[in-house]
């Protein structure tokens, strides 16, 4: 992991290499190998969650704000964010990949890469070309907020719970690519690449809730759980499918 690379300053990097490319996507965790239907597109995500509770996410997203690779020698690339912040909206297709941030990376082996979550912000006057951003998201009352979730849950077939969390801290999740390619191997960029190499970033968002009794939980700490929640329940892949081992809960 990156905690364990010594940074490296004055490095020149070398001519040529690939453009590497960066996605993000969110789903339910798998099941038996399966990633299971929680919702359909632009519809509610709804799930149980460990204790029983049938959860139903009305709105909700994440914020992706940036992104940077480390070669194994803890030289930094720091990543173009195509569109500036991502705010994910998670009613989308789950799996549905968004197309986040990317670089020109010179030719050697990277061992790391950085998501940083944080509070969106609506883009300025000038900024606010839907050619040039994200798709500005449908409920504004997420803005400040780097995870916001609001609906609503039941036990049985009793009355909805309603909720509304935010989270407005960042988030510096840090990812290992140092076996991206098989056992001991870091994710390599050769001097020559006929194609861009990609890196696919995934998260649940049916386990913010585990443990939770709606009938008797502290909101405040639910809401100061939730980007440790992120940062354990976000993965890298290679290229574009995402690994569907099981996380333990």
């Given at each position: 992991?990156?905690?364990?690379?010594?940074?490296?300053?004055?490095?020149?990097?070398?001519?040529?290499?690939?453009?590497?490319?960066?996605?993000?996507?969110?789903?339910?965790?798998?099941?038996?190998?399966?990633?299971?239907?929680?919702?359909?597109?632009?519809?509610?995500?709804?799930?149980?969650?460990?204790?029983?509770?049938?959860?139903?996410?009305?709105?909700?997203?994440?914020?992706?704000?940036?992104?940077?690779?480390?070669?194994?020698?803890?030289?930094?690339?720091?990543?173009?964010?195509?569109?500036?912040?991502?705010?994910?909206?998670?009613?989308?297709?789950?799996?549905?990949?968004?197309t986040v941030a990317g670089?020109?990376?010179?030719?050697g082996r990277y061992c790391?890469?950085?998501?940083?979550?944080?509070?969106?912000?609506?883009?300025?006057?000038?900024?606010?070309?839907?050619?040039?951003?994200?798709?500005?998201?449908?409920?504004?009352?997420?803005?400040?907020?780097?995870?916001?979730?609001?609906?609503?849950?039941?036990?049985?077939?009793?009355?909805?719970?309603?909720?509304?969390?935010?989270?407005?801290?960042?988030?510096?999740?840090?990812?290992?690519?140092?076996?991206?390619?098989?056992?001991?191997?870091?994710?390599?960029?050769?001097?020559?690449?006929?194609?861009?190499?990609?890196?696919?970033?995934?998260?649940?968002?049916?386990?913010?809730?585990?443990?939770?009794?709606?009938?008797?939980?502290?909101?405040?700490?639910?809401?100061?759980?939730?980007?440790?929640?992120?940062?354990?329940?976000?993965?890298?892949?290679?290229?574009?499918?995402?690994?569907?081992?099981?996380?333990?809960?």
């Amino acid at each position: 992991m990156m905690a364990s690379i010594t940074l490296a300053s004055g490095c020149e990097l070398e001519e040529g290499g690939a453009l590497v490319h960066v996605f993000s996507t969110h789903h339910a965790t798998p099941e038996n190998g399966v990633f299971p239907d929680r919702g359909t597109e632009d519809m509610p995500r709804v799930f149980d969650n460990d204790l029983g509770w049938e959860i139903t996410l009305v709105n909700s997203y994440v914020t992706t704000v940036g992104m940077t690779m480390y070669r194994c020698d803890g030289t930094p690339l720091e990543l173009n964010m195509f569109w500036g912040p991502c705010p994910e909206d998670l009613h989308l297709r789950d799996l549905e990949r968004l197309t986040v941030a990317g670089l020109k990376a010179s030719p050697g082996r990277y061992c790391g890469l950085e998501v940083t979550y944080g509070p969106y912000e609506l883009p300025s006057e000038e900024d606010d070309d839907p050619l040039v951003r994200h798709a500005t998201p449908k409920n504004t009352e997420m803005v400040g907020s780097t995870i916001y979730m609001r609906g609503g849950a039941r036990m049985g077939d009793g009355d909805y719970i309603p909720f509304e969390l935010r989270f407005r801290d960042e988030v510096s999740v840090e990812l290992d690519l140092s076996e991206l390619d098989g056992v001991d191997s870091p994710m390599k960029v050769n001097h020559k690449e006929n194609f861009p190499k990609e890196l696919t970033v995934s998260k649940t968002y049916d386990r913010f809730f585990d443990g939770i009794d709606f009938e008797n939980f502290d909101q405040a700490a639910l809401e100061a759980s939730l980007g440790d929640i992120l940062a354990v329940e976000t993965r890298v892949s290679k290229g574009s499918l995402v690994d569907r081992d099981e996380p333990q809960r």
